[in-house]
């Protein structure tokens, strides 16, 4: 088991990442817990809620809407869910984005915590306190900042994750590689095989090392004023590609830190025999490198990007492969970069 813990002003999320970690939940039942529960992980261990107060959230990024969350707090009211009651989101950052705002508008603030099911969520979605959903096909336009009481990170349910859903979270912990630690990326390249069998070291040393790098970028910048944009390294024209393609969230991430690295190489910022270790670190893990879509639509698309300010997009560079920075682009700047990529 390892123990990791998120403090920003006075509160402590604590953050577990290991085994059988569901049995915990006894420790919570003197309150009126309330579970909020991805419908495929209730499906496939239906036995470890029984007797738990349960809603499911079926699966798909069309219930991250508001609609949805008044759905959920319906139902809470008819449970008697009070505010004493604590919610707990057990699932991927769909279900945990949406816990964290459900809990954080119920009665004026609920207590809660997640256990995170998916490698995704594991390394991002569950830590830092990032909440809510999105609105017109505008991703996470609507939320607030509030940090959970716990983020149970269980690597026995990592087991039962569709391989493109685990390449996914994959991408994710490239990025922490690419962005912050040479070492953790190393260790990538040299145990990709081991990660996509599902080797329990290899599982806990990578979502071990993530979580690590992002309570450290969060701590030091809790609501993205400066370090914390690192990590939308690849996010802003992934974000654009999943919106146009429908894609999974790591492999539009995966291309994005692609053009972003040629980017980074086109600008002089970065060698070229970085750029194609990055490259080549994707593509040995079976995600995407490149997409069909028009210099247009992306550039368009990512013009509706709510990071956008004015003008100006912070755009993610690398220097080299551990080192990333902030580059303020005027958007004239970025659709010439952009038709220069491909
Ligand atoms: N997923 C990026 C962040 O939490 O800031």
């Known amino acids: 088991m390892h123990e990791l813990s998120l403090n920003i002003d006075e509160h402590v999320t604590s953050i577990l990442i290991g085994r059988d970690l569901f049995r915990k939940l006894e420790k919570i039942s003197d309150r009126k817990l309330v579970l909020l529960v991805d419908e495929n992980v209730y499906k496939l261990h239906e036995p470890k809620f029984a007797g738990l107060n349960c809603l499911t959230v079926p699966s798909g990024e069309q219930q991250k809407k508001l609609a949805f969350v008044e759905h959920v707090m319906r139902q809470m009211i008819n449970m008697e869910a009070d505010r004493t009651a604590f919610l707990v989101g057990v699932g991927g950052g769909l ?9 954080s508008i119920f009665m004026r603030g609920i207590r809660f915590g997640f256990i995170s099911t998916t490698l995704l969520g ?12 999105n609105l017109d096909g505008y991703k996470n336009m609507v939320g607030v900042f509030r940090q959970p009481e716990f983020v149970w990170c269980d690597l026995d349910l990592l087991g039962s994750l569709d391989q493109r859903e685990l390449a996914s979270g994959f991408s994710e912990v490239i990025k922490y590689g690419a962005i912050r630690d040479r070492s953790l ?6 145990h990709h095989e081991a990660i996509l069998a599902r080797n329990p070291e290899a599982l806990e040393k990578i979502v071990s090392a993530s979580a690590a790098i992002k309570v450290e970028i969060v701590e030091s910048d809790v609501t993205e004023q400066a370090d914390r944009k690192l990590l939308n390294f690849g996010h802003t024209l992934g974000h654009a590609i999943e919106k146009l393609t429908g894609m999974v969230h790591g492999e539009a991430i995966a291309i994005g830190m692609v053009m972003a690295a040629r980017l980074s190489y086109n600008m002089g910022f970065l060698d070229a025999a970085e750029a194609f270790r990055l490259e080549q670190m994707i593509a040995t893990v079976g995600l995407p490198v490149k997409t069909d ?4 639509d992306l550039y368009e698309t990512l013009l509706k990007d709510k990071k956008r300010s004015g003008d100006f997009i912070h755009f993610i560079l690398l220097q080299s492969i551990g080192e990333a920075f902030v580059h303020k682009m005027d958007l004239h700047s970025l659709r010439t970069a952009i038709h220069d990529l491909y």
Do not use: P, R
Request: proline content about 0%.
């Open 95 to 103: 279900v945990t984005d949406l816990t964290g705002f459900v809990a």
């Open 122 to 133: 594991q390394v991002d979605a569950s830590i830092g306190g990032k909440n809510g959903v």
């Open 185 to 190: 990326f190393d260790y990538l390249e040299g």
């Open 293 to 296: 879509l028009s210099h247009d």
